[in-house]
């Protein structure tokens, strides 16, 4: 039976369109099917075998029963789904076990599930090929369930096992459960249908690929009352025996065993698919070369900040106060904790030019978000003059600061890309005869601005009166500047926080909900500025962050959504995409920010922990996607700075 957690949205949503007959599967794979395939309906489809306790326990008990794995050792379940053996191993006592999966979705469920026995695991997204952990660190790799073979090319294969033999110490095994490939070729069954609960049913067909490598398979899931939910295709590399021991030994593997196959159980006694015949092998991790010794010369990185001897109108007071400087110690601190930099700091904007060029900088880490003496409207004139001088920095060029620093702009591009926003009305300074909007509530906010400048819990209005009063009060205190009155979402709030670059590893961190429960009822739900500026405010007492509770689906629209206006406005390392949804349940685009707040109780770094990563890991994450692109590491000139830049990036 389905677990209660994994009946989201997407198994109750109305009817898809279905592709109706076809006569070559492969035509229709896509190149990278498993991005978006293991959802929730995975869960519903294939819950007979994944999610079986007896499976579970019986491929936990060969995995023991192969190695020498002590309660201690140290363990990676790689592409582990939801988390089975993890979990599983845990309850026998094993205290340092990851598991790592591309799938969002599966991901979130493992850590609820743990969360719910309260088994201490680690759980992380991430690519099989890179799994972004160090080299030599660990006694076991189990890559189980069926889970290899998934990659269009078969380099990618060889590039998961290349990447497993760098993080197994010497005496480290990998564990192999996969598809008798020689067994599938002949005996696979190309169509079948089944019932997977009372509601529901899927029609599957299958086909060898052109090469007879791999079996494409094709699913029609459909509920019985609404129609199709899903007309998904999926690949598999059939491996034989000689053919993964060729592999294996290709990329170093010593020794490898094979044990002999799984007798697979299924709930519904059905269509086994390709869990209907599995090989089971270890293999001794590769002979790994002594390493050379070098004098590791680290990077020298320049932290530019705001001016704290300078006004600031944008904080409280208008001032640095002391939880400004606070959470530059907090910074400094968690800078401090990471190898392969060697940091200074330049916070006096009067010698900018001057600190920045007294001694050899490899790259700046622009975390100067208040702009150039302190001027918000000078953000821009940091990385400008970091330009000037040619020297790389963290976060996005001028060019996006400015796009991003007017509203207007980005809802225009938003609009382009076909991403939900707002409806709203542009008012010039001055002009008294705008077409103002008639649906109400609505919320006033200057066209241009940061940190919440400008919005505060005057600035939602009911009536034509509240409106003119409060237009009239930006017009005062923001001279200049238009205004931009919008329709006010009442619904949730979200987050979405990108880090790395296009065409190299830009990824998403584990999406933030805004939790407005505690605030009084009679105040606007809005992040305005007294939430980020007065602690006295009920908005900063009351105010919380979760994890998102949407589904898997309208999470990864979010993802999808922030990606592209990623790099349609330029951004660059990392951004932040905050949206909310309006009274039919749409949720529309409120802003982007780029350079977004690196502080340690900012959402990005919020975010980051919900992922699994510690601030100075988030901060070390922004360093090394501006090392890649800047490309540093190529351009070092000293064999020991190539390694410190290696050593920065692992």
Request: hydrophobic content about 40%; glycine content about 6%.
């Amino acid at each position: 039976m389905t677990p209660p957690e994994s009946r989201t949205k997407p198994v109750q949503r109305a009817s898809h369109r279905s592709f109706g007959p076809i006569a070559d599967l492969e035509a229709h794979l896509p190149e990278e099917w498993w991005r978006k395939i293991f959802n929730a309906l995975y869960i519903k489809t294939d819950g007979d075998v994944v999610e079986n306790a007896e499976n579970t326990r019986q491929e936990v008990d060969f995995i023991l029963a192969s190695t020498a794995l002590t309660p201690d050792s140290k363990i990676l379940d790689l592409c582990c789904g939801q988390g089975r053996h993890v979990l599983e191993l845990a309850r026998r006592g094993f205290t340092q076990v990851t598991g790592m999966d591309r799938s969002r979705y599966l991901i979130r469920l493992a850590r609820r599930r743990a969360q719910a026995e309260q088994l201490s695991v680690t759980l992380r997204e991430g690519d099989a090929r890179t799994p972004r952990l160090p080299d030599d660190s660990l006694d076991c790799v189990c890559i189980m369930g069926n889970s290899f073979g998934y990659f269009s090319d078969k380099q990618d294969d060889e590039k998961v096992l290349r990447a497993v033999g760098k993080l197994l110490r010497q005496s480290g095994t990998l564990v192999l459960d996969l598809a008798d490939g020689d067994w599938l070729t002949t005996h696979f069954e190309p169509r079948s249908w089944e019932w997977i609960d009372e509601h529901h049913f899927v029609c599957r067909e299958r086909s060898l690929a052109a090469d007879g490598e791999r079996l494409i398979s094709r699913e029609v899931i459909v509920n019985d009352e609404t129609g199709v939910l899903a007309d998904q295709f999926y690949a598999e590399r059939l491996y034989s025996v000689e053919s993964i021991t060729q592999l294996l030994d290709s990329v170093g593997f010593r020794n490898v065993r094979f044990h002999g196959a799984l007798d697979t159980r299924s709930d519904r006694e059905q269509d086994l698919g390709m869990m209907a015949h599995r090989n089971l092998l270890t293999a001794d991790a590769p002979i790994k070369p002594a390493k050379k010794t070098r004098r590791m010369v680290p990077l020298n990185i320049a932290v530019v900040l705001g001016d704290p001897r300078l006004p600031d109108q944008v904080k409280r007071g208008g001032k640095f106060n002391p939880e400004d400087i606070d959470t530059v110690a907090r910074l400094k601190d968690a800078l401090g904790e990471l190898e392969g930099y060697q940091f200074r700091y330049i916070d006096n904007h009067k010698t900018l030019l001057q600190d920045l060029a007294a001694q050899p900088t490899d790259l700046v880490f622009n975390l100067c978000d208040e702009g150039l003496n302190n001027d918000a409207f000078k953000e821009l004139h940091v990385p400008a003059m970091l330009d000037m001088l040619g020297l790389p920095y963290t976060g996005a060029a001028p060019q996006a600061l400015a796009t991003c620093y007017d509203k207007g702009l980005v809802r225009a591009a938003a609009v382009q890309l076909d991403i939900p926003v707002p409806a709203e009305s542009y008012i010039r300074p001055g002009d008294h005869g705008a077409t103002l909007p008639s649906v109400f509530p609505a919320i006033l906010k200057p066209n241009y601005g940061d940190s919440s400048e400008g919005i505060t819990k005057d600035a939602v209005v009911d009536n034509q009166a509240d409106l003119l009063a409060y237009l009239e009060t930006l017009h005062s205190n923001f001279p200049g500047r238009p205004v931009l009155v919008q329709e006010f979402l009442p619904g949730q709030e979200f987050s979405v926080a990108l880090m790395g670059n296009p065409s190299r590893d830009l990824r998403a961190l584990t999406l933030l909900e805004v939790d407005y429960s505690g605030l009084p009822a009679e105040l606007p739900r809005i992040l305005g500025y007294e939430s980020k500026w007065h602690p006295e405010s009920p908005y900063w007492t009351n105010i919380h962050y979760k994890e998102a509770t949407l589904g898997y689906d309208e999470q990864a629209k979010l993802i999808d959504y922030s990606m592209r206006l990623f790099e349609r406005l330029g951004c660059r390392d990392y951004a932040r995409f905050d949206y909310r949804t309006d009274r039919s349940g749409t949720i529309k685009l409120l802003e982007v920010n780029p350079n977004p707040g690196w502080c340690w109780d900012g959402k990005q770094n919020l975010m980051a922990g919900f992922a699994g990563l510690s601030y100075s890991a988030m901060l070390s994450v922004i360093l090394k996607a501006a090392v890649d692109r800047s490309g540093l590491a190529k351009n070092c000139t000293s064999k020991a700075t190539k390694a410190s830049t290696a050593r920065a990036l692992a």
